[in-house]
């Protein structure tokens, strides 16, 4: 506890979490709201999974561009205009309704692709305000689990302003993203942020052989967040359940959020790329025995057992993305974070749905584990390019040679 009492009292550090939190919660309230909006006018199912995913889609794509932006521009400059076009993307279909189909595409796409980069602006952020490289950890550690209550508190908001109407979700969404933006860019470590002088070439952190082996287990770990998702719904549906698919969701949560909280607590030994390892054939473990699909109070067990190492293995990966990204592409690296998760959960719900149709939830949750243990096998195979190498001299246009992780 005292660890948590230390890093809550340094300056600034409430505020960003709690800024960064606030603007990416419209990341946990798109999806159902884009639904509900077009249940409400008329449109069916399949279209309204398409625009989620093309919602999707344009985030994971927009993060990496806005964090490279954000690397050589700043964090206001970039993170102020982004929210703001991400409020219109949200707002125009208000305005517009429905149709044209063409119009309301293009503005989900908007709202996703400008997603503000928070998130990886805050993992930035953290080596600066934090001097104490262990609270370093515990904000890492934090920032893992409280991923968890945008997914929890996300819906809740949606329902609630769905109330008044479903246009009232989408706009709430649009509001919430900029409002957490103010409150973290107006901060004094936000403002003064600048990133590192960097390499000029288009591939940023992806040169590193270590961010890129990186990249690739956590996308196969990543696989579980859409597994859980599609396999509670076919458990809930084998079970003749109306609640278990949201209690078996709510657990795994709980896990998770209980692991994050465990994780930053500890002082962690060795070095990280070690430490991964264990995590993820924890997180591999912990997911295998869903596919056994127990009666519901043992399957809840087992959802809480199966997020204890999400937000651990995410927190250590931060460690590690700081450890292996090349200099002056922080930002960037920690984008390609949430595009590599966002990647493999589409990958998780596309295979968990086939295996679903094929197997049942059964089928449907040995994917989890199946992701869990190709992760670890990447992570295995390439451990040799996660250890941090020297620093090399590199020649920087305009200016002198600087030092670089490769």
Known sequence: MRVYLDFLRTPYAVRLLGGTLLGRLPNGMAG??????????????????????????????????????????????????????????????????????????????LAGFATPPLEAGLRALWPVVLTDPAHVLVAY????????????????????????????????????????????????????????P?????????????FRTLLTALACAATALGVISVGAVTYAESRHSTTASGLLLAANAAGAFTGGLVYAARRPSGPAHRRLSWLVAGLAAGYLPLSLTPALPLMLVLAVIGGVFLAPVLACTFTLVDELAPQGTVTEAFAWVVTAMAGGAALGSAAAGRAGDLAGPSGAFACAGAGGVLALAVLLLGRRSLRPGPETPVEVPDGPAISQVV
């Not at 639904?35 to 993060?63: K, P, S």
């Not at 806005?66 to 991400?86: E, F, S």
């Not at 689990?145 to 706009?171: D, H, K, M, N, R």
């Not at 960097?198 to 270590?210: C, E, F, Q, T, V």
């Open 198 to 210: 960097r390499a000029s070439d288009w591939a940023g952190p992806l040169r590193s052989p270590g």
């Open 32 to 109: 159902l709201a884009i639904m509900l909006f077009v249940r409400a006018h008329g449109g069916d199912y399949t279209l309204g999974g398409a625009l989620t995913a093309g919602y999707v889609v344009a985030m994971a794509v927009g993060q990496p561009v806005l964090g490279r932006l954000m690397d050589r521009a700043g964090q206001p400059r970039v993170l102020i205009p982004a929210a703001v076009a991400a409020a219109v993307g949200f707002a125009l279909p208000v305005v517009t309704g429905l149709h044209p189909l063409a119009v309301t595409t293009g503005a989900i796409l």
């Open 141 to 196: 550690g934090l920032d893992a689990a409280a991923q968890e209550l945008l997914f929890i508190c996300g819906p809740l908001l949606v329902i609630a302003a769905a109330v008044f109407s479903p246009e009232a979700a989408l706009l709430l969404s649009g509001l919430l993203g900029v409002a957490g933006t103010l409150v973290v860019v107006s901060s004094g470590p936000s403002r003064d942020w600048r990133g590192r």
